[in-house]
């Protein structure tokens, strides 16, 4: 339990061994000691860790699930994280689902957790629109039309997500399974188109059987993609938005891009793949967006998705009791006010309504 929390919060805090060591005079050992369990600091050292870290002294003893069996997915092979990084990210997984299954664990009864998709069952086909509709059907979705808000759809279908506001870009999402629940975690730093398109991508390595696909990392990846774009924007929507054949791509593409969610980027592949428009059409399109620097980061023209499972189960516990406001702010790491403000906002007390 202190051993992982300190970990994280080491990583968290973007610290080597060494230096947290430093900081309160101590060995790298002595640290990997701590972290590993095959020693307790005193009261003294735990304060010094604390104080280096930035936490409260509490915070090293947030209860850890031990009953939690995680099944973290690979990072894609062409993102360069360091390894802290990616154990930072793994331990931050971690960490936030301690405290989801704690508050399932304290209501029991009070909740149902949607029942877990049966994962990897999809076949790879050829056809990229097909597989398309596949995972359309896979999640209980209509095989053509926009899909309007997305990460509430596969919590509903029995998939987690976690959103992760990490600083560097280079991370934009990752996959596993907590407990047979398949999970997504996104880079909440990223724009909401690119966060809906991570997740069709995670989506397609969760549903579909890649064992027996002898395809190679980058053709694996670039397969991935073009599943992701064809089950955000299905091929008889995109025809129909924007005509059988366009001369390039034109500002009243925008309307379309933001009915199904998604970027200019994306659209303009998809229309070069359904050779709506030519190759070289595409080419200039490219060349014009990154000039205007949306390789990086292209304007949004969608509204932010949220996650609401969590913070629906931890305001379910606060209104039946199990906890109070403050313990719930702590479990979404929010402040105070925030949470009591939210219940009070939609909570009309009984006196009020006469």
Not at 40 to 58: C, E, G, H, S
Request: charged share 25%; proline share 2%.
């Amino acid at each position: 339990m202190f051993g992982k929390n300190l970990k994280y919060y080491r990583l968290k805090n973007q610290m080597t061994m060494k230096e947290l060591g430093e900081k309160i005079g101590a060995s790298s050992m002595s640290i990997s000691h701590y972290e590993s369990g095959k020693r307790n600091p005193d009261m003294i050292t735990l304060k010094k860790l604390a104080n280096a870290l930035n936490v409260r002294v509490m915070d090293f003893m947030n209860i850890r699930n031990s009953n939690l069996q995680f099944v973290h997915g690979s990072f894609r092979k062409q993102v360069s994280l360091t390894n802290a990084k990616k154990e930072l990210i793994y331990e931050s997984i971690e960490e936030y689902f301690n405290r989801f299954f704690w508050v399932v664990n304290l209501l029991g009864s009070l909740v149902v957790l949607p029942r877990a998709p049966k994962i990897h069952s999809l076949k790879l086909v050829d056809d990229l629109e097909m597989s398309a509709r596949n995972l359309r059907e896979w999640l209980n979705l209509s095989v053509e039309g926009p899909i309007s808000n997305l990460i509430n759809i596969i919590e509903n279908e029995g998939i987690f997500v976690y959103l992760v506001a990490f600083d560097d870009h280079k991370f934009s999402g990752i996959n596993g399974i907590v407990n047979g629940y398949p999970y997504i975690v996104i880079n909440k730093n990223m724009t909401p188109e690119r966060q809906r398109f991570t997740i069709a991508r995670e989506l397609v390595h969760l549903a579909f059987d890649w064992n027996n696909d002898n395809t190679d990392g980058s053709k694996m990846e670039k397969v991935t993609d073009g599943i992701a774009g064809a089950f955000l924007f299905p091929s008889k929507d995109a025809i129909r938005e924007l005509g059988i054949h366009r001369s390039g791509i034109q500002a009243d593409m925008q309307i379309a891009a933001k009915e199904f969610g998604i970027s200019m980027m994306c659209l303009a592949y998809r229309a070069k793949e359904l050779r709506i428009i030519s190759q070289n059409a595409y080419k200039s399109f490219i060349i014009e967006a990154a000039k205007c620097g949306w390789r990086k980061r292209e304007p949004s023209r969608i509204e932010l998705e949220s996650s609401n499972l969590f913070k629906q189960l931890v305001y379910r516990a606060i209104e039946e009791e199990e906890i109070n406001v403050q313990r719930g702010a702590e479990l979404l790491q929010v402040t105070y006010q925030q949470v009591y403000e939210d219940l009070n906002q939609f909570f009309v007390r009984s006196n009020e309504c006469i």
